[in-house]
Every structure is written in C-alpha cells, then in structure tokens.
C-alpha cells in the first residue's frame, strides 16, 4: 500500500479517505485499490476523493473483486452517477418485488457515464476478474443514506 497509503488514510476495512481534495493519482494507486478489494472479505475496497463523508460533494473510486454482487439498494435522497474505469460489470434496475425491470453493461472500453435516480433500486454484479468505477454523487454520507431490501 505504497502509493494508496501516500494519498489516502483508511477509515475502516477498505474504505480510503483522500488526505485533501488535490491529490494526484496514479495507476498504481488504483492497482493497490484492487488488490484491497480482492484481499478484504467483502470484495470491495473504496478510495473517496472527499477528506471526509460529511461532504456535499462525493467523489469516490470503488474497487470490486469477483465473485462480487451488490445487494439490492437505493439512496432516499441522492441520485448517482457511475464511470467505468476497469474492467466490466452489470447494473441492473430492479422493481419494488425485487424484479429485474432493465440491465446494461458498464465497460472499460465503453467509458460512458450511467446515473441512477434516488429512490431507484439498484445492484452491480463484476463480470470481469475486478471492476473499477468513478462514483459521484452528493452527501453527507450517513447510515441513512443507503437503504437495502
């Protein structure tokens, strides 16, 4: 954790909070992001761009390692927005029975930004061997700010 630990101070298993908002980063620190996440149990590592999680402004790179599945979520009071940076994944839009309602594939080769509306139920399953993502979205960051079905 060379480069990771030179930008960012983990806050819990996993979870990075960048040192101030104009940080340089590198490949390597993403490398060592994935390798967080393929080492934690839950197979997922998170570098957040914002110092702290009472920002408005949330920047964060999320690491996932397969076999990874998201449970079923959503956010009451935020819409988000993902980029693919590595690798590939589904994200998938579910009804209030848990239904798949649509799905599209976030890829690397196909940087396009996805949002995701408050409110909406939501989930990402890594098809590659790790995926890597840009999400923005608005805080502060609380234990209500995610609900699970």
Partial sequence: MIYLSSVAVESESGVFHSNSWDQ??????FLELIEQAKLNKNRKARLCLHPSPKEILQVTY???????Q??????????????PIFGRAKHSIFD????IVSSKILDE??????????KVWHAIEVLSDYFLMLEIGT??????S???R
Avoid: C, M, W
Wanted: proline letters at 8%; zero cysteines.
């Fill in 24 to 29: 340089h980063l590198s490949t390597k620190i």
């Fill in 62 to 68: 999320l690491a996932f390692y397969k076999p990874y």
């Fill in 70 to 83: 998201d449970k079923i979520h959503s956010h009451p009071n935020r819409t988000e927005v993902i980029i």
């Fill in 96 to 99: 209030e029975k848990g239904e």
């Fill in 109 to 118: 080769n196909e940087s396009i930004a996805s949002s995701t509306p408050a």
């Fill in 139 to 144: 805080g502060p960051f609380n234990s209500e």
């Fill in 146 to 148: 995610t609900v699970y």
